[in-house]
């Protein structure tokens, strides 16, 4: 197989996890938000992730003979996973959720804004398709940063205190991969360093408008792009899997 061929694998199934394992962590504020406009929210946004992430794997499926979607969500060992740690984290606190889903989805859009341009035109062509709704999850990510940040002092705090726990594993969605020149000399994606110099620009000017503020010493959080992930994973891919796993042959 050619160098281009894994190249996209790589992309694709690193895109797909990110957006299939978050998913699942926005589902678990389903009832449980604290207010049901929030509640209705991240459901909505969850159900838009999963749905992203099948279509990516459609694409692996159809275009680059991976397994059937069902088989690539729920059948892979943790170490076959490609998502950053970020997404891993379990959701018990809805300022981390926040912020999360702030830094995270701001990426997630910009990322397929790049790609409306790729030479892959499957990839090209689903960019296109989902970046609405991607600008609805960003819209509703920035205002209540923004509401939360300047309302009380202990609100500004906590919301801060969030930024500085998830800023290092938000890096970790820009951990270059070894395919990162093939990627960008054919057309498909300018990389992921580019990404994030966008990235930055974004997130900085919704953060001063929060008056919040980047931490100062940050190691980035990496190894989900190589398949060495959180123990959190593990449970979760267990749980997501349990009802396949028992009958994959099923029909609802």
């Known amino acids: 197989m050619t160098n281009k061929?894994?190249?996209?694998?790589?992309?694709?199934?690193?895109m797909a996890d990110d957006c299939l394992i978050l998913g699942?962590?926005?589902?678990?504020?389903?009832?449980?938000?604290?207010?049901?406009?929030?509640?209705?929210?991240?459901?909505s946004i969850a159900q838009d992730k999963i749905g992203h992430a099948l279509a990516l794997y459609s694409i692996l499926h159809e275009h680059l003979g991976e397994a059937n979607p069902d088989v690539l969500g729920f059948m892979r060992?943790?170490?076959?996973?490609?998502?950053?740690?970020?997404?891993?984290?379990?959701t018990q606190e809805y300022d981390f959720a926040l912020i999360r889903h702030f830094l995270f989805d701001t990426a997630d859009r910009l990322r397929f804004e790049m790609l409306t341009e790729s030479s892959f035109e499957p990839l090209a062509q689903?960019?296109?398709?989902?970046?609405?709704?991607?600008?609805?999850?960003t819209m509703h990510a920035h205002a209540f940063v923004r509401q939360l940040s300047q309302g009380s002092e202990e609100a500004r705090l906590r919301m801060q205190s969030a930024l500085n726990t998830a800023y290092p594993l938000a890096l970790?969605?820009?951990?270059?991969?070894?395919?990162?020149?093939?990627?960008?000399?054919?057309?498909i994606f300018l990389g992921e360093d580019t990404l994030r110099e966008k990235w930055s620009s974004s997130i900085q000017t919704i953060l001063l408008q929060a008056n919040l503020v980047i931490p100062d010493t940050i190691q980035p959080v990496f190894?989900?792009?190589n398949?060495?992930?959180t123990e959190f994973l593990g449970e979760l891919l267990r749980e997501m899997s349990e009802v396949f796993v028992e009958d994959p042959s099923a029909e609802w």
């Open 5 to 14: 061929a894994e190249a996209l694998k790589d992309l694709l199934f690193k």
């Open 24 to 43: 699942h962590r926005n589902s678990e504020w389903v009832g449980i938000g604290p207010v049901l406009e929030e509640d209705i929210a991240f459901a």
């Open 77 to 90: 060992h943790e170490s076959q996973f490609k998502c950053c740690h970020f997404v891993e984290i379990p």
């Open 126 to 137: 689903l960019s296109r398709k989902i970046k609405g709704e991607i600008t609805y999850h």
């Open 172 to 187: 970790g969605i820009f951990e270059p991969s070894k395919y990162e020149q093939e990627l960008i000399d054919a057309g």
């Open 223 to 225: 190894g989900g792009r």
């Open 227 to 229: 398949g060495t992930h």
